[in-house]
């Protein structure tokens, strides 16, 4: 067998799949915040999006064929249904774009015009871009002087009517300041999870989603406006009408890569390859258009879904799908008649995993700054109970594991859920992929996941299924959680608690920036600042909450969504976009608001609780002055408040302020409605907006500095603060009762030889103690500090490490300093 290496490891299972790793084009655009100095910070001049850079990984190009394909689509359908033009615009996309097949490829499927480049998306928002191509700066280089004029000309069209502009045109003038980055707030139109949704199109396909829309239009049309209003008859005629319109597009485009890849056959001159090619040609005249008939045709029709869902229809980060649940009923039938081997099939498997990774997006840089490392979140889950409450693990769960053992991509990242019945050989072959320092499998626990989906209206029948749709979310596939009312924003919370310090006032834009709550100096107890700081929650997420139904209410009029909602349940029944039918009362996966920093706040009312009002040791006049002064001069302060007992380490006097503050926080975010009418929750998977929000912070009574990371998710202890080993971190988080906190996001970082040897076994009883103290969610960094410290010294040494952020894997080359800088503080635990 040949090999294909990188440093000292070689990728992939076979001499295909080593060449497919060694080759692959990793899209990924990074961003960093550069350091301002304290006057920048305190001048009221800061501009919170100047001060971020982007560098490449090894984007090569942005590609303007969607834009141009998609506008072409608009314009020839002007005066139509809005529905009926998105569909006619999607359609000419997948009809005109370039397609491509690679060597070696047996997976095939594209979204640009070539590997590398990105495509854009300007009925969202091309404002950002064609500012970013006109400074000259790293985005003007991706592009061609002739291919800049053609977007610039492109998105003259699309000037008001990106959606970016008809939500700053509808905003009333108090809220469209809150629009970006604005300290306490980051909320990004751009960003919603995928549709998540593959059974449909692999147990009927394209052929037969197309025939349930034609019967259900004939149907709609032969009761007429029986039973409902004119409206409404229109409305379901043409959404209907337009879910053909796309999916008809849809089945036309494999058979697009079917004739390419026939045309290709007869040009080879390897006959290995020209089998391949002819092999390809098969699959893809059978798929999507009709349901797979072997494992081959289901992995390819699953990843022509995924790439238009995510990448080509619309962008959209997650899968949200149990892969292995979903995939072994075809191996394993096709093992049954001998169709493919083992060997094959995991071959096949690494195949998918290299154009996993290929998948990436062009986001403005401040978007960038909240998904440090370009992650896509396309999660895969594994394990699990079947729907008599059995374990579901199977032969692909292990191949699963197995392929992202021997492929080593970031994508596709992998979760399991754990329960106390699941396959003890599963759990020590996670370890050892857990070893490899990939930073996944995470582990999610059926036991608080189910109950919580209950009490949100999921039936008991359908519970069972329940899957991750990005970083900790879960959703039910096929249900159509992710068309819903969208992500609200991100909120960071220690900068309500900042404001509440000062009486509303922002020192970084020396202006009122929150609401009068009061002079902290003349508090007269931890109360009188708990009270403070939920008034600026509430506030700000106000703000966010009439944003929030204002962008709603123009997606459900602008971006539908016909090809995808064909493929989700109750779509066609109803003759509805996945827009405007949302299952289970409303209740969608994105119906959150993530926040940054809770564990901060903790730890700073613990300070002055401690500090001010127990042992008075210190004065909440010296406290805020050292604060404001980034404790410039108050090292011995500094090093006071540091030594407070922190959450993380089993200390009950920590762990209650940290138990007040999720369920404090919480209650108050469910005063206010999501667009559906369902309560908002808050929600742990920040990603690494708690490094993103952290730069526009300023000191906090915890003893972190001015513009330091806050602690990573909404469950990890503050980077190096957990002291006292990994299982008392465990007993701190366990304190707080997650179905009245919501999805908390926990990382820790372990020593590797803690999964070597005898301690793999110890490891696995500890994933047992977490489990059993009812956590939701635990992931984990398996690396020697020393090696990151190796590694951000030689970047160059290190083109393929992998460190897990905060609900996602990234490569370290792709991280900026002070984001590498917090994962090696983290805390290395180990068990022996």
């Known amino acids: 067998m040949a090999t294909t290496t990188v440093g000292t490891t070689t990728y992939g299972s076979t001499s295909r799949t080593q060449r497919l790793r060694a080759r692959r084009i990793y899209p990924g655009v990074a961003a960093e915040a550069v350091e301002c100095t304290k006057e920048e910070r305190t001048s009221g001049q800061l501009d919170y999006l100047r001060g971020i850079k982007t560098h490449l990984r090894t984007f090569s190009k942005i590609c303007p064929e969607r834009a141009r394909l998609l506008t072409e689509g608009y314009r020839e359908s002007e005066g139509e249904p809005e529905v009926i ?34 495509p854009t998306f300007p009925e969202w928002d091309y404002i950002w871009l064609d500012a970013a191509i006109s400074s000259g700066g790293f985005y003007a280089q991706r592009v061609s002087k002739e291919e800049a004029k053609e977007l610039q000309k492109i998105h003259t069209y699309w000037k008001g009517k990106s959606f970016r502009d008809r939500v700053l045109a509808g905003l009333p003038p108090d809220l469209a300041e809150w629009m ?45 406006v029986k039973g409902k209003t004119a409206r409404e008859y229109m409305d ?24 390419l890849a026939r045309k290709m056959a007869t040009k080879e001159n390897n006959p290995a390859r020209r089998k391949e090619l002819e092999k390809i040609a098969e699959v893809c005249d059978w798929v999507p258009a009709n349901p797979p008939r072997n494992f081959w045709e289901a992995l390819q029709s699953f990843f022509f879904s995924h790439i238009i869902r995510s990448a080509i229809e619309y962008y959209g980060t997650g899968s949200g799908t149990r892969f292995d649940v979903a995939m072994y009923p075809f191996y394993k039938k096709d093992r049954e008649e001998g169709g493919i081997t083992r060997e094959e099939a995991l071959e096949l498997l690494e195949c998918l995993w290299v154009k996993m990774e290929g998948i990436s997006s062009l986001r403005p840089p401040e978007g960038e700054l909240v998904s440090v490392g370009s992650s896509q979140f396309q999660t895969f889950t594994l394990g699990g109970v079947d729907e008599k409450g059995k374990d579901a693990t199977n032969e692909m769960s292990y191949m699963c594991l197995g392929a992202s053992m021997n492929i080593r991509t970031i994508q596709p990242t992998l979760v399991i859920r754990y329960h106390p019945k699941i396959d003890p050989g599963f759990i020590d072959r996670a370890i050892d992929l857990l070893h490899t320092g990939i930073g996944f499998p995470s582990f999610n626990s059926d036991s608080q996941a189910i109950p919580m989906l209950l009490r949100r209206g999921v039936p008991p029948n359908e519970v069972w299924d329940w899957t991750v749709g990005g970083c900790v979310q879960w959703i039910i596939p096929d249900k159509n959680q992710g068309l819903g009312p969208a992500l609200v924003g991100f909120l960071s919370v220690a900068k309500c608690l900042d404001l509440a310090l000062n009486d509303g006032y922002c020192r970084f834009l020396s202006r009122q ?16 600042f708990k009270e403070a700081y939920l008034k600026q929650v ?49 209740w969608a996966v994105e119906n959150n608001i993530k926040v940054a920093g809770m564990i901060n706040v903790a730890d700073s009312l613990t300070v002055i609780k401690k500090l001010v009002f127990e042992d008075r040791v210190a004065t909440i006049e010296g406290l805020l002055e050292a604060v404001r002064n980034d404790w410039e001069g108050k090292e011995d302060l500094r090093q006071e408040c540091l030594r407070i007992p922190k959450y993380g380490n089993d200390d009950d006097y920590a762990d209650e302020m940290a138990q007040w503050v999720h369920y404090a926080t919480q209650a108050e975010v469910r005063k206010f409605k999501c667009y559906s009418g369902t309560e908002l929750w808050i ?34 202890p503050t980077a190096g603060a957990d002291t006292h080993g990994p ?54 960094n398996v690396v020697d500090r020393a090696v990151l410290l190796h590694a951000q010294a030689h970047p160059e040494k290190y083109p393929d490490l992998v460190v897990r952020v905060a609900g996602y894997s990234a490569y370290w080359a792709d991280l900026g300093k002070p984001l590498q800088d917090d994962i090696i503080r983290r805390t290395e635990q180990c068990l022996a």
Request: proline share 4%; net charge neutral; glycine share 10%.
């Open 683 to 716: 929600e742990g998977s920040v990603i690494s907006a708690y490094y993103a929000l952290g730069r526009f912070c300023p000191a906090t009574p915890d003893g972190r500095k001015d513009s330091q990371p806050f602690a990573d998710g909404t469950g990890s």
């Open 538 to 586: 509430n506030f700000f997420v106000d703000k966010m909450v009439q944003i929030h139904h204002i962008e709603e209410e123009l997606k459900r009029t602008y971006l539908k969504r016909p090809l995808i909602s064909a493929h989700l349940d109750g779509c066609i029944e109803q003759g509805k976009d996945g827009r405007d039918f949302v299952p289970y009362n409303g």
């Open 180 to 224: 970006g980055f604005s300290g306490p707030l980051y909320i990004d139109t751009f960003i919603e999870g995928a549709a998540h949704g593959h059974k449909r199109l692999l147990q009927i396909g394209q052929n037969g989603i197309i025939k349930m829309c034609r019967d259900k239009l004939a149907e709609v049309r032969q009761q007429g």
């Open 727 to 780: 299982t008392a971190t465990l007993c701190s988080l366990g304190k707080i009762d997650i179905h009245r906190a919501h999805g908390m996001l926990f990382n820790q970082k372990f020593m590797p030889h803690s999964l070597e040897g005898e301690n793999k076994k110890l490891f696995a009883h500890y994933l047992r103690t977490w489990y059993d103290l009812g956590i939701y969610h635990v992931q984990f």
């Open 513 to 528: 920036l929150g609401p009068h709550t009061g002079d902290p100096r003349k508090f007269r107890s931890i109360e009188d």
């Open 85 to 118: 033009r998105r569909a006619k615009a999607v359609a000419n996309i997948l009809d005109k774009m370039t397609i491509y097949i690679e060597d070696d490829e047996l997976i095939v499927g594209n979204y640009a015009s070539s590997p590398g480049a990105l």
């Open 236 to 259: 379901q005629v043409a959404n209907l009408e337009a879910m053909i319109i796309a999916n008809e597009a849809f089945g036309r485009f494999g058979q697009r890569y079917a004739k």
